[in-house]
């Protein structure tokens, strides 16, 4: 995705200086006056404002001004003329405070669910890995005994960790079976190479027909 930053200019006050006379030709009452917010966007979302710009024109002789040309009297109205409200212009940076806020949220809830699953391994439950090389991929429990797993290792790999959940369909399992013990699982989730864990529920009735109890004599 491509993004652009930059600023922008968002005229917020327009508007006329009373009792002012032009330091050019004099007339008076003859000074309007624009005032312009600068902000900061990306690609089109405002993010924060930067700074004022302020044109002062005479409508009698055309001459522009700058701020320092009026008199003291004037350069007090302006400093005090009331802005419409510039909250939207921090509507970006609302956006980026509020998906922090939701990403680590998120974050906290995935690990305090792993921290449990991980204990627990369960057949049919997604592991989402980190691997050194910086990809990451997913493997599936097929099997779980007395102190050990067998996985069933994703094909494909992922750049993003976001992407990850995208590549949890049947098809992309093979036959790349692994297996860990119990003790190297606890040592990988403790290391951050499983980044995540989504426990999927069968019904009872597919969890019978795949385990059943052996008869004793």
């Known amino acids: 995705m491509l993004f652009l930053i930059g600023t922008k200019d ?4 327009n508007g006329f200086i009373s009792n002012e006379k032009c330091p050019k030709c004099k007339n008076e009452n003859t000074l309007n006056f624009s005032i312009f917010r600068k902000y900061v966007y990306v690609t089109i979302v405002p993010l924060f404002p930067v700074g004022k710009i302020l044109n002062i024109e005479c409508t009698n002789c055309r001459n522009w001004f700058y701020y320092e040309d009026l008199s003291p009297e004037a350069q007090e109205k ?10 939207w212009m921090f509507s970006g940076t609302i956006i ?3 998906f922090a806020i939701y990403s680590i949220n998120n974050y906290i809830k ?20 980190k691997f050194s090389n910086g990809y990451y991929s ?11 797993i067998y996985t069933t290792h994703n094909d ?11 590549l949890d369909k049947t098809e992309n399992y093979s ?18 190479e499983i980044i995540k864990i989504r426990h999927k529920v069968y019904p009872l009735e597919t969890q019978k027909s795949e385990y059943k109890i052996p008869m004793t004599k």
Do not use: C, W
């Open 10 to 13: 968002s005229n917020v006050k």
């Open 78 to 87: 302006l400093r005090n003329e009331k802005l419409d409200s510039s909250l």
């Open 96 to 98: 980026l405070i509020l």
């Open 110 to 129: 995935n690990q305090n669910e792993s921290d449990i699953l991980i204990k627990n391994p369960t057949v049919g439950d997604v592991y989402n890995l």
């Open 138 to 148: 997913t493997f599936k429990i097929d099997k779980v005994s007395a102190d050990s």
């Open 156 to 166: 494909f790999d992922a750049y993003m960790p976001y992407d990850v959940d995208d």
């Open 175 to 192: 036959n790349r079976k692994i297996s860990y013990s119990k003790k190297e699982l606890l040592l990988l989730h403790k290391n951050g």
